[in-house]
């Protein structure tokens, strides 16, 4: 239970309190100033119990808490980073002569930082892609895109499986960046944090990571969707409409999908239908989530 708690009150988890707050303060100058509606009918929307106690959301929070569980029992036999880290440091000795390097502390912070952000977020990308390419992941994947509503809580909506495989994405993408770094930079290898956590996750979640996963359409400029995914462009990868299929699969850069050809940006008032097509009410049901149908 504590760990599901984390989830709020850790500023390196999407769901960290802070960032939801920031997310409602931009869905509201956004709804304001774009659909014109009054406050009041703002507010009232983000506790909508037809959204918020929907058999959809209802299947969130019940996988959400399933997981919580699940990767508990998982934690003793999954690789650790500590572990890793040390295996790709001395095994960088094999192949390498250790440099002595004169860069000042705060450049070593800045390039490791960087790449850890870049390498970390083409992952995400490429596990993301493969997960909707290979048909044995798409069977995990699937019980993530069966949502019919849409809430930040959605993001926890994942099969156990996948959110095994995209633990050890981050396990492996970070300690290969630590050791690498490790054995180039010696001790002064470390984040630029804010609040304890790296710049660039600060950053991405105060500018309203959260609305990603909400009915609030807010929409970037055409260029900077191309750099950047917006919450309108990632509702648009959940959208059940085919001509939206296998698009949008960036967590942050949208560059990784201007690659991949599979970059899609938003359209003004674009009104998306969430979910899969031809799924029944069953979908939302926890054994069919974990076992599929």
């Known amino acids: 239970m504590t760990d599901f708690f984390a989830n709020f009150l850790n500023p390196e988890k999407r769901l960290f309190v802070g960032y939801l707050i920031s997310a409602a303060f931009i869905a509201i100058i956004w709804i304001r100033m774009v659909q014109k509606k009054p406050l009041a009918n703002i507010v009232s929307g983000f506790f909508n119990s037809n959204i918020w106690f929907s058999k959809s959301a209802i299947a969130d929070y019940k996988l959400m808490v399933f997981n919580q569980f699940f990767i508990k029992l998982l934690a003793p036999i999954l690789v650790g980073q500590l572990a890793l880290t040390l295996f790709v440091f001395e095994n960088m000795h094999l192949l390498f002569s250790r440099p002595s390097t004169s860069i000042p502390v705060w450049m ?50 994942t099969h156990p499986i996948e959110a095994v495989l995209f633990s050890l994405r981050a396990v492996i993408v970070h300690s290969l960046c630590l050791g690498v770094c490790f054995f180039f930079f010696a001790g002064s290898v470390s984040l630029i944090e804010i609040f304890g956590s790296s710049m660039f996750v600060v950053i991405f979640h105060s500018l309203g990571s959260n609305l990603r996963h909400s009915h609030v359409n807010l929409s970037y400029w055409n260029w900077l969707e191309k750099i950047i995914v917006s919450p309108a462009q ?3 990868h959940h959208s059940i ?16 999908d201007n690659l ?26 926890l054994k069919n989530l974990i076992i599929g149908s």
């Open 108 to 157: 070593v912070m800045l390039i490791f930082t960087s790449v850890l952000f870049i390498l970390d977020d083409f992952s995400r990308y490429l596990l993301h892609r493969l997960m909707h390419r290979i048909p044995l992941l798409w069977r995990f994947h699937k019980a993530h895109h069966s949502a019919t509503n849409l809430t930040p809580l959605t993001v926890l909506r």
């Open 234 to 236: 990632h509702q648009i």
């Open 241 to 256: 409409n085919p001509k939206h299929y296998d698009s949008n699969f960036g967590a942050i850069l949208a560059i990784w």
């Open 260 to 285: 991949g050809d599979s970059c899609i940006v938003s359209e003004k008032n674009q009104e998306i239908k969430f979910g899969l097509k031809g799924q029944s009410e069953k979908a939302h049901n």
